[in-house]
């Protein structure tokens, strides 16, 4: 933006004015321009939203119908049917968390406070494993899942959710442990601080917030996954992703139910984003950009 | 204040690790084994079994199990026009998304980096597409969206002459893409974003005071600033969607005929309705290996996008 500065000529006060003016339209320009790119975007969102409140009779019409008494039906039905597996997914995606911070906070340290000495080879082989595509191997890993009796359970969820969020973690919480003063190491290690306290008194202090939008990022990833658990859970651990499947009927009329599934299925992740915003693009880029 | 970080150079803390004991150098190593031989064992050993069943006959619906048929599964697999068309179709539909995702995602970050009324929350309605699980957006797309009879789209669309058109059947392609497109646009905005705000504004402003147009100071001066970013995002969006199935599974099921039949849905049909796990492997081992290819030049590009190590 151009700035006046108290450098003005008496002169200058109605171009100063005719300035402001022209600023006030552009900038009234590029509010409406940017509201309407912004709805754009969430229209389906807000239709997806606006169709969970329709019974199903005003959902299925041409024209579509924007007035309507709004109803709780859909959701009472989506509730009572999706507790088994909204109860698989809040699992898997607790527990692959957890266990990716607890395998990626002591590796991120490893390769960034006191680095082992092929410390790149390490990042990059982690950075590398997120590119080979999981699908070549699912018949493999549908056998070994079942001859280890872990098909159809939690725990091969938790498992592969880990190692598909592990490279992220690692490189994300690196970056942020790169953030950690050196001058406050080297003091720490003067006084004597043996690693443990180094670890729990210095770092921990300046990581713990990137530890948790490392952790919302996780949960991001985990609660939508769709391909592994379609693939590798039947009934026992079949999460909200496959809720939304059965959802759609062979025949009859279901576009409000599944509205609702959708809308049910896809907020706590929504409202986890909005929160985690600022972080979000640290995460999505590993850690490149702060 | 965004900066690109630098994987290159040692790390800022730490002791340099050259020169290190024997006995220190395992203490260092210790906390990195945990998530290294996890990675390996999760990660890499299905690919080794999916190797040794690329060699075996194998079908799930057949008795008698699997037994050795040598190169046979990947003479089907190189014959096999479907699995040629699963490629063809898995790269441009990645690329065209990713590369229009990345257009809008450029238009939409210069946009948002103005000010103006509200921003906040049009930032907030524009990254809500990429949150929404994507299992939820195919069917809310294929569904409320564009379906024929009573979709918003076609309604949206009818004063343009559009009448009642079956997007999923006629434009099967399309759709998937343009779901696509729409999930991760928000992604590439995030990223240039941040590109442009850590650009500095002094050089904007000497570029504004010696006049020139803001296309010129647009491709001049901020589009090379921004190059790194775009790097990172159409990188990071190709690694994501190429593997992309959800839309596919739900929206077209890989149809009609093998239109949209991606090289992920490919590979779940050979399994899941062909029962062919011998056959699915050797496509597993050739989609490793044109992987790697890929990922090579891919991890190089990764490894130049962090070493700008100020991008302002």
């Known amino acids: ?290 | 204040m965004t900066v690109i970080e630098d994987v290159v150079s040692p790390p800022a803390t730490g002791i340099r690790p050259r020169g290190v004991s024997r006995r220190e150098g395992w203490q260092r190593r210790l906390p990195l084994l945990p998530a290294l031989i996890y990675t390996i064992v999760v990660t890499q050993i299905p690919f080794l079994f999916t190797l040794w069943y690329s060699f075996q006959n194998y079908f799930w619906n057949q008795p008698g199990g699997a037994h050795w048929t040598g190169l046979s599964n990947y003479k089907e697999v190189f014959t096999d026009p479907s699995f040629r068309n699963a490629i063809v179709k898995s790269v441009t539909m990645t690329a065209i998304a990713v590369i229009v995702a990345m257009l809008l995602g450029i238009a939409v970050a210069v946009l948002l980096d103005k000010k103006f009324l509200g921003r906040g929350v049009v930032r907030t309605l524009i990254i809500t597409p990429f949150l929404v699980m994507p299992a939820a957006a195919a069917l809310v797309w294929a569904g409320p969206m564009l379906d024929p009879n009573f979709g918003l789209v076609n309604y949206l669309l009818e004063p343009f002459g559009v009448h009642h058109v079956a997007w999923l059947s006629t434009h099967a392609y399309g759709s998937v893409v343009l779901v696509m497109i729409w999930e991760w646009t928000p992604f590439m905005i995030l990223i240039v974003l941040a590109g442009l705000q850590g650009q500095a504004t002094d050089v904007l402003e000497a570029a504004k005071v010696d006049g020139a147009s803001a296309w010129a100071t647009f491709r001049e001066l901020t589009l090379p600033h921004l190059r790194p970013y775009i790097e990172l995002g159409i990188l990071l969006g190709s690694i994501y969607l190429v593997n992309a199935f959800d839309q596919v599974r739900l929206m077209t099921n890989g149809g009609p005929g093998t239109e949209t039949t991606t090289l992920p849905f490919f590979l779940y049909q050979k399994v899941n309705y062909a029962f062919d796990v011998g056959g699915s492997a050797a496509a597993g081992v050739v989609t490793v290996v044109l992987t790697i290819i890929v990922a090579s030049f891919a991890l190089r590009l990764f490894a130049r996008v962090f070493q700008f190590e100020e991008a302002g």
């Open chain 1, 1 to 290: 933006m151009t700035e006046i500065t108290a450098t003005d000529a008496p002169g200058r006060t109605s171009r100063r004015a005719r300035n402001r003016a022209r600023e006030l339209t552009g900038k009234t320009g590029w509010t409406v321009l940017g509201w309407v790119v912004g709805i754009v975007f969430f229209l389906p969102v807000l239709w997806m939203v606006i169709t969970a409140f329709k019974p199903e009779s005003a959902a299925e019409t041409w024209p579509p119908k924007f007035v309507f008494s709004p109803t709780l039906a859909q959701f009472r039905l989506v509730f009572s049917g999706m507790g088994p597996y909204i109860e698989h997914s809040a699992i898997a995606t607790a527990g692959s968390t957890i266990l990716v911070l607890v395998l990626a906070v002591p590796a991120a340290y490893a390769l960034a406070i006191r680095p082992v000495r092929r410390w790149r080879d390490g990042l990059f082989f982690f950075i590398s494993t997120k590119m080979l595509p999981i699908v070549a191997a699912i018949a493999p890993l549908y056998v070994i899942a079942l001859k280890t009796h872990l098909l159809d359970t939690i725990w091969v969820l938790i498992i592969l959710y880990a190692a598909m969020n592990l490279p992220l973690a690692i490189w994300m919480i690196r970056s942020f442990m790169l953030e950690v003063p050196t001058e406050m190491l080297e003091a720490a290690r003067l006084d004597g601080a043996g690693r443990i306290r180094e670890i729990i008194e210095v770092i921990m202090p300046v990581v713990v917030p990137g530890v948790v939008s490392t952790a919302l990022i996780c949960v991001i990833f985990a609660w939508n996954e769709l391909f592994l658990a379609l693939n590798l859970t039947v009934t026992n651990a079949a999460t909200m992703p496959m809720f939304l499947i059965s959802s759609v009927p062979q025949e009859g009329l279901y576009i409000a139910h599944l509205s609702a599934a959708a809308t049910v299925a896809s907020v706590p992740v929504i409202i986890v984003g909005w929160i985690a915003q600022r972080s979000l693009v640290r995460g999505l880029s590993m850690g490149a950009i702060k």
